[in-house]
Each structure stands twice: as C-alpha cells, then as structure tokens.
C-alpha cells in the first residue's frame, strides 16, 4: 500500500513516524516494501474500560428472534422505541449508526457518551475526532465523499445504542440486550471486516473479557466476519504510545478490503 500525502499528513496527525523496513514486516501487517506503523514501547495494556472478569455472560435475549429478521428501517424504529434496559430512561437520544449500509468496513466502539446522545450521532465528541484521523489515514471515512461508495465510507456504531449515565461503562445486562441490534447491523451490512475498538466491543461480538493487549494484532471471526480487535479511541487519547499498535491492527483491518485504486 502507498501513502498519498494527505494520508502521510493524516499519520503525522495521529503522531505516527512513517518508517522503511528494515527487516521483513510481522505477519498480517502492511505489506513489505511500503510505509507502515512506528514501533512502540512493550508496555502492557492497563486501560480502565476493561471488563470486570466476574460480568455475567452475554445472553440471547427474545429480542434477538425479532431483531434478526428485520430490515433497516424496522430496526431503527425498534432502536428508537427499545425500552430494554434501563439505559432508556436517561437518554435524549438512541445512537443507532452512522455510514454506508453496506459499508465494507464497520467500527464497533463502546457506548454514546453526552455528546453522542445530543447528537444521535456516534462518536462526535474528541475520540471521535481521533477515530476520524484514523479512518482518514486508511482512506476512510463516516462520510460518504463520492455517491454509494462503500469501499471508502464506513459503517460506525455502538455495542450499546443508549448513553451509560454519568459515562459508565455498559453492564452484562445492558451489553446483552443491545447485543440483538448490533448483530443485526453486521448482518445487514455485512462487512468485509469490522474494527472493534475498545474491551467492550470486543466482548459484544466475540464473548471475550481478554485485555485488548492479548486480543488485538490478529484476526478473529464472528459468524464468519474478519474482526480485528483494537484500542478504543479515549484509550488512546490518554495512552498516545500505543497509537502505533493501533496504526498496525487498522493496517491489519485494511488487508481485508479491496485495494485501492489510486
Ligand atoms: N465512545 C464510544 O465508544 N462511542 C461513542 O459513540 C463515543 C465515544
């Protein structure tokens, strides 16, 4: 893959030194021979919004029956309408999604948080930008720069569709009567990879309370969809060292989408 200079620009942004290989690059990393991630500090991931190891499992809920037959419509209506967990009591707003329907790429992050849910709109307040920067040096975007452009503009949305009051993190419960709509949003968009940024997300589609520092720089699978799991956005704002490793795992995403033509 070649880097435009924008996209240079856009890495310099996310404070990301563009390198020439030395030595052959890790497996399922940016091909050899072009521009790719920085190297950051072995540290250990010890970010807050991993999940407590004793949550209750995620269970299918009844929801998940009605949920699965639905289009894109119906399921945003019922999102709008859901009074499944208590999480609707305090909301302004449901935060369904934003991007192409049939993105190739879908971002999977935590929870609205207040400006979310003022907005209706996922991921606006200042990881958001930080997400945006991301999806930008991928040559991606929330956006749709061209009409029907699937392959450039994304599909972002929540594991939970309502705002956690006070910006806590979802519980099992909560995670577990949302579950339903995100699985429906894959099915219906089905993606050619989704990013699942942050502890949550990798719990919501793949049942895992592993750190992100073990679950991330490989590829997982749901129902068959590529997963790479990642650092959510707010982590990375308060660790900036391991926006390197988030630059691999969305190089790793990248592998799973068709190459760009320019
Ligand atoms: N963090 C998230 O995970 N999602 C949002 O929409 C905003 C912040």
Not at 45 to 74: F, R, V
Not at 83 to 104: D, I, P, Y
Request: hydrophobic letters at 40%.
């Amino acid at each position: 893959m070649r880097w435009s200079e924008p996209q240079r620009a856009m890495l310099r942004e996310m404070g990301l030194r563009l390198w020439r290989p030395q030595t052959a690059a890790a497996p399922g990393l940016a091909s050899p021979g072009t521009t790719g991630p920085s190297h950051a500090p072995a540290d250990e991931w010890a970010g807050s919004i991993k999940p407590k190891s004793d949550a209750p499992p995620i269970a299918a809920s009844g929801l998940a029956l009605t949920a699965a037959t639905m289009d894109w419509p119906a399921l945003q209506s019922t999102v709008e309408s859901c009074r499944a967990c208590s999480l609707c009591e305090n909301r302004r707003k449901t935060v369904f999604g934003v991007g192409h329907l049939r993105a190739q790429c879908m971002v999977v992050g935590e929870a609205p948080g207040e400006q979310e849910d003022a907005r209706g709109e996922p991921f606006v307040g200042d990881s958001g930008q930080l997400l945006d920067r991301m999806l930008r040096a991928l040559g991606l975007s929330r956006e749709a720069t061209q009409p029907d452009d699937a392959a450039r503009q994304v599909f972002i949305t929540n594991t939970v569709k309502c705002r956690p009051p006070r910006n806590r993190n979802p519980t099992g419960d909560e995670l577990s009567a949302c579950q339903p709509f995100l699985q429906r949003q894959v099915a219906l968009v089905q993606p050619k990879v989704i990013i699942a940024m942050g502890a949550f997300a990798a719990r919501s589609l793949l049942g895992s309370d592993e750190p992100i520092g073990k679950l991330r720089g490989r590829m997982h699978r749901w129902r068959g969809v590529p997963v790479v799991v990642t650092y959510h956005p707010a982590y990375l704002l308060r660790q900036p060292a391991d926006k390197a490793r988030a630059w691999e795992d969305l190089c790793l995403a990248a592998t799973c989408l068709a190459p760009r033509a320019d």
